[in-house]
């Protein structure tokens, strides 16, 4: 879809999450490159027209422009996945998958902060971002412990949603912060699974081990 603009920065976690499932979705687009780190492009006044509290990624289809990842995921995945596949519209269901889109964008925090700081030495408490995010994992460890239990494969229903999609890559890119996945091995089989997914595309950081 050539109408479809991102407003991108290669190292962003969340840019990453919008980059990967637009290829999923099969779609085309075009990539404006933002120079977060260390040229904070995406505080500039341009920039701010588009996204009021300077976050990344943005996007743009026609005359709609988006920021906020969440929105932007749920958005593609209405406007471009007719079959429902990601973001279901049967209620329970559609509640399972935003329970986590939502736990990416609030308890997975720490975890983008605590990467951020490994890479660009950005401000914060190192050891309590990293105890916050590992708590996180572990969270997200246990339940996917259960569903394997039940010979379930994925976070929430019987393939991949949106919220294997928004999990996947805070905890994929924690080794930037010293996260040994060997301490996580539900996850490590989950993110395996993931990387196998038709269309799916890397970025610096994400583990290639089988």
């Given amino acids: 879809m050539a109408g479809l603009v991102l407003y991108n920065s290669e190292l962003d976690e969340s840019s990453y999450r919008v980059r990967l499932f637009l290829a999923m979705l ?23 027209a588009r996204t009021p ?23 593609l995945a209405k406007a471009y996945d007719t079959a429902g596949t990601w973001l279901p519209d049967e209620p329970s269901a559609f509640g399972e998958v935003m329970k986590w889109l939502g736990f990416s964008e609030t308890a997975l925090a720490p975890a983008v902060s605590a990467r951020l700081q490994g890479l660009f030495d950005t401000p914060g408490d190192e050891k309590a971002l990293q105890a916050e995010a590992r708590r996180a994992f572990r969270v997200m460890d246990d339940h996917m412990t259960a569903r ?3 010979g379930s494969e994925w976070f929430a229903g019987s393939g991949p949603t949106l919220a294997d999609l928004a ?8 080794r930037d912060f010293g996260v040994d996945h060997d301490e996580f091995p539900a996850l490590r089989r989950w993110i395996r699974r993931f ?16």
């Fill in 26 to 48: 099969g779609l085309e687009w075009k990539t404006i490159a933002v120079d977060m780190f260390p040229g904070r492009e995406q505080t500039k006044p341009e920039m701010l």
């Fill in 53 to 75: 509290l300077g976050t990344m990624p943005v996007v743009e289809d026609g005359g709609l422009t988006l920021f906020g990842t969440g929105a932007i995921l749920a958005y």
């Fill in 148 to 150: 394997q239990i039940d």
């Fill in 167 to 174: 999990l996947f890559p805070s905890f994929a890119l924690s």
């Fill in 195 to 210: 990387r196998a997914l038709p269309a799916f595309h890397t970025m610096p950081g994400i583990p290639d081990y089988h």
